[in-house]
Every structure is written in structure tokens, then in C-alpha cells.
């Protein structure tokens, strides 16, 4: 069982990104002295609660809670919004044969993010809250010393 390490609360605005940020940066390097880890963590979970913020709220107001828990050599990042439901799982990866001059802005957010973590799961709770679970594995689970 996934024991939580810290929780953090935010409201939906992009300013928020900072905190959210520095949060996971700070708990991640706690349990991995891996750069490469915890930037892949960082940028993901940045990039999750971006979508949320734009797409899910459409900058309107809302919270979004985060949870990160660690088990083993694995770190997982929950996210719960109450934004509309939306299953990032169910978006078709993109096209590599469309030239970048005829695709539409964006869209790369999800790929970048399951390109970013080892798993990617949504599930629509029973109280209709959105819940996203990024999974990263880690290398060097507890490997700093106090």
C-alpha cells in the first residue's frame, strides 16, 4: 500500500504553478537524488494541473488537490479537480508522420506527460470529482541520508 506523503490544495490559477512546482520538486528530492526523475515529476505534474487549470476550469474558479505518496521504488501523484469530466487516457497518441506545420497549437500536453511518467490513470469518482494518478518510478528510493 502507497503511503502519502504530502498533500497540497491549490486554487484553479495559473499562478499557482510556482507552489505546485516547487512542492513536488521538494518531496521527489527527498527520495531521489535522480535530476532526471525529478524533473520528469516535476514537468508532468506542471503540466497535468495546467491542463486542469485551462481546459477543466477554463480559468474559472476551482481547487485542485494533489497527494503524493511513495511505495517501494515508486511515486505516485494524485490529482482530484472538479472540473468536467475528461479522460486524458482515452486521447489517441499524436500522429509522428503530420508535419508540425499542419497540426493544430497544443495538443501535446498528454503525450508529453505519458511520455514523462512510467503510468497514467483517470477515473471519474462517485462524487464526480476528476481523479488523475501519475506514476513515476524511482531509482534511488530513500537513498539520502539524514
Not at 43 to 69: F, K, M, P, S, W
Not at 110 to 123: A, E, P
Request: glycine content about 4%.
Amino acid at each position: 500500500m502507497a503511503k502519502t506523503i504530502a498533500r497540497l490544495q491549490i486554487t484553479a490559477h495559473l499562478e499557482e504553478l510556482v507552489q505546485v512546482r516547487q512542492f513536488v520538486e521538494e518531496i521527489a528530492a527527498s527520495l531521489t537524488r535522480d535530476q532526471q526523475t525529478i524533473s520528469d515529476i516535476v514537468l508532468a505534474v506542471d503540466e497535468a494541473v495546467t491542463n486542469i487549470i485551462r481546459h477543466g476550469y477554463q480559468h474559472q474558479a476551482g481547487t485542485i488537490e494533489l497527494a503524493i505518496r511513495s511505495q517501494s521504488n515508486r511515486l505516485e501523484i494524485k490529482l482530484w479537480d472538479e472540473a468536467p469530466a475528461f479522460d486524458p487516457t482515452q486521447i489517441a497518441p499524436p500522429n509522428p508522420h503530420i508535419p508540425l506545420s499542419q497540426r493544430a497549437p497544443g495538443g501535446l500536453g498528454i503525450h508529453m506527460i505519458r511520455q514523462l511518467t512510467d503510468d497514467l490513470q483517470y477515473h471519474c469518482l462517485a462524487d464526480g470529482r476528476n481523479e488523475l494518478t501519475l506514476v513515476k518510478q524511482i531509482k534511488s528510493a530513500r537513498l539520502i541520508q539524514s
